[in-house]
């Protein structure tokens, strides 16, 4: 068949045969940019090592972003030393949105000597979440890797980088950085470095352990630099320190008028557990009310998100590796994979002919690529949408990972809902985010940094559909996910981060991808965002 993105997928299944590595090679030289992308995709998952001089040749000439990330993702995992300077010049020429994945890339392949490349990504723009995820992939939650960072970035003087490294150490639960060194920070002498200590430590105490005089009077430093008219945020936290310090409580028609005044930059201090300490009541109440809660569903807050031993799971309950939707593909691949296969995904509507999606248990190398898939034994009512989502499966690639340790495993579910497909290629088609603001730099760590923010709302919800065999087995719980929200409002991904059974994951997830928001706004332009949500499965 004629060479598509669908059609370049389907070369996974034929790689080793000489026809599909010839086609292959013909579809990294296509003029058709989606081809490109294709064919450097199946070339990574196929590890063809082979192929790494004309995927050279096409990304020293790649003006498309999509293009240039998946050829960039293959040279850095199969090229050699002599293709590093190609990436880099890609890098800068494609701009932000190659730079963030790039760099993840370099990071799972490089480990902590990536590190010595954070001043060359600050300087292409990277977003301060790109910079947090490149570090924490190479520590690995190694405090003295981020202690050694730490340093050197402070030397700098740089603030983004400051505060990505801290984020690291918040994400990987490093509580233990040297208190001396943490002292350097809030007293750093340029008040951009010093706030962001402010914040690390206000996201890093427990509200258990008693505060260090140093480390409180290093905190009021941080947050007098920021001059005699500071953001909200900022006045908030004064108030706050101060009375952990032992200062007597404000209660004058400034304090009420901040209290009265409060938004959701200030939300964050609000929810740290040491603010109920030194917040009556009645203040905890007022200043609640602008972000349209109470003050008791704010201690309410702070205990369900105080941390927990895993429980174990439910009697009954099947266990599964964790679980998200098939997402991530080059643009039109997807879409296309469907086309050229045949499968027709209104006809997987009908609950009486199939399960309306499929799946395995993907097994992955340390590069992020499949190493095998197993299928699940799903009701499929065509046999190219079985083939579909096999090659989706296939062709899958893990992302940057999150923890201290790489995936392993994961299930993948493919929905065939054409809705969820289409807001992925939607995605594609993005507008550029604005330079060092997006949407990653725009929450709680950026108090007093960040542009106005308008949150999504939810304007369709859909219920989950309880599986009858879990209701027979007596499972229940809270699934928690986190969903992909896109600049229009719709979902492209959704991975579960605590788990209760694989079916209620399963349906939770299947729900989740049909809810519908308004689109997230900084400094009034839609942007993707990340949010946490909650599905509930309860027995009556």
Request: glycine share 8%.
């Amino acid at each position: 068949m004629p060479l598509s993105p669908g059609s370049v997928a389907l070369l996974v299944h034929h790689w080793a045969q000489a026809p599909a590595l010839a086609r292959l090679g013909a579809a990294v030289r296509h003029e058709d940019a989606n081809i490109r992308a294709a064919a450097a995709r199946v070339m990574f998952v196929a590890g063809l090592r082979g192929m790494a001089s004309p995927v050279m040749v096409a990304l020293a000439k790649e003006t498309s972003p999509e293009a240039g990330v998946e050829e960039i993702r293959f040279l850095v995992h199969f090229g050699t030393v002599d293709h590093r300077k190609t990436i880099e010049e890609a890098i800068a020429r494609l701009g932000p949105r190659v730079l963030g994945r790039a760099a993840i890339e370099l990071a799972r392949n490089e480990g902590p000597a990536v590190l010595s490349r954070l001043a060359l990504f600050r300087a292409s723009d990277a977003g301060r979440e790109t910079l947090s995820r490149v570090i924490k992939m190479a520590a690995k939650g190694d405090r003295s890797v981020l202690e050694r960072v730490l340093r050197d970035v402070l030397a700098a003087g740089d603030d983004q980088l400051v505060a990505a490294v801290l984020d690291a150490a918040v994400d990987q639960d490093v509580a233990d950085l040297p208190e001396t060194l943490l002292l350097s920070v809030v007293t750093h002498p340029a008040p951009a470095v010093s706030i962001q200590g402010a914040w690390y430590l206000a996201q890093r105490w427990d509200g258990e352990k008693a505060w260090s005089p140093a480390l409180l009077g290093g905190m009021q430093t941080a947050l007098a630099a920021q001059g005699a008219s500071p953001p909200p945020s900022v006045r908030l936290a004064r108030e706050i320190v101060a009375r952990l310090g032992g200062a007597r409580a404000a209660s004058g028609p400034e304090w009420q008028s901040l209290l009265t005044s409060t938004d959701r930059t200030m939300s964050f201090l609000l929810q740290r557990p040491f603010v109920t300490s030194v917040l009556t009541n009645r203040e905890l109440d007022t200043a609640a009310r602008g972000i349209k809660m109470t003050g008791k569903l704010l201690k309410e807050m702070q205990e369900r998100s105080a941390p927990r031993k895993a429980k174990a799971p439910p009697p009954g309950a099947r266990v599964v590796p964790s679980l998200e939707a098939a997402s991530g593909y080059p643009p039109d691949f997807a879409t296309d994979i469907f086309r050229v296969t045949g499968c027709r995904l209104a006809l997987e509507a009908d609950p009486l002919k199939s399960d309306g999606a499929d799946g395995g248990v993907l097994t992955l190398r340390d590069d992020g690529s499949p190493a095998s898939v197993a299928l699940f034994a799903s009701r499929v009512a065509q046999p190219g949408c079985r083939i579909a989502a096999y090659t989706l499966l296939a062709t899958t690639v893990a992302e940057g990972f999150d923890t201290a340790e790489p995936q392993t495993q994961k299930t993948m579910l493919v929905p065939f809902d054409p809705a969820f497909f289409a807001c992925q290629e939607a995605f594609h088609r993005r507008p550029e985010p604005p330079r060092n603001s997006g949407p990653w730099d725009a929450g709680p760590r950026d108090l007093g940094r960040s542009g106005p923010i308008t949150p999504p709302t939810k304007t369709v919800n859909v219920p989950p559909t309880y599986p009858p065999s879990a209701i027979d087995d007596r499972i229940q719980g809270i699934v928690i996910l986190e969903a992909v929200i896109s600049h229009e409002g719709c979902i492209t991904g959704a991975r579960v981060t605590r788990a209760v059974d694989g079916r209620l994951d399963w349906a939770a997830v299947r729900a989740v991808l049909q809810w519908r928001f308004t689109p997230t706004l900084l400094n009034d332009v839609p942007v993707p965002v990340v949010m946490t949500v909650t599905v509930q499965f309860n027995l009556r």
